[in-house]
């Protein structure tokens, strides 16, 4: 059974910025990418940011230049740095990692979903 545990959300300021961590613990041989999602209220849940095993980043377009992904590949943790966060980045925002059970099992997994509201 693979875990994702969430922290660091809450209430920021317009301007203001959040970071988000998320810890996967369990049994697995190893975690091939990880993402971060957000759902806001009424809407579909989208990709925010994801970043692979190698480094490679990818965010979405409303985010370019205020969030920064990162990951510690021993540590099995995911970041996200939120700068210049806006009203409408207020959503439930949720960790996923796509984890190998095994080398032979690949299996998603996501988290229990943190709150940021940004609101003055």
């Known amino acids: 059974q693979v875990q994702l545990v969430e922290s660091g959300g809450g209430l920021a300021q317009p301007g203001g910025s959040l970071r988000l961590s998320c810890a996967a613990s369990g049994t697995f041989a190893m975690i091939n990418n990880m993402a971060w999602y957000r759902q806001a209220s009424g809407k579909e849940r989208e990709l925010v940011a994801g970043?692979?095993?190698?480094?490679?980043?990818n965010y979405a377009d409303s985010v370019k230049g205020r969030f920064t992904i990162s990951m510690d590949n021993a540590k099995n943790t995911v970041d996200l740095q939120m700068n210049s966060l806006k009203p409408e980045d207020t959503a439930v925002y949720y960790c996923n990692a796509d984890v190998l059970i095994t080398y032979y099992s690949r299996q998603p997994y996501w988290g229990q979903g943190t709150q940021v509201t940004v609101s003055s």
């Open positions: 970043i692979g095993s190698g480094g490679r980043t």
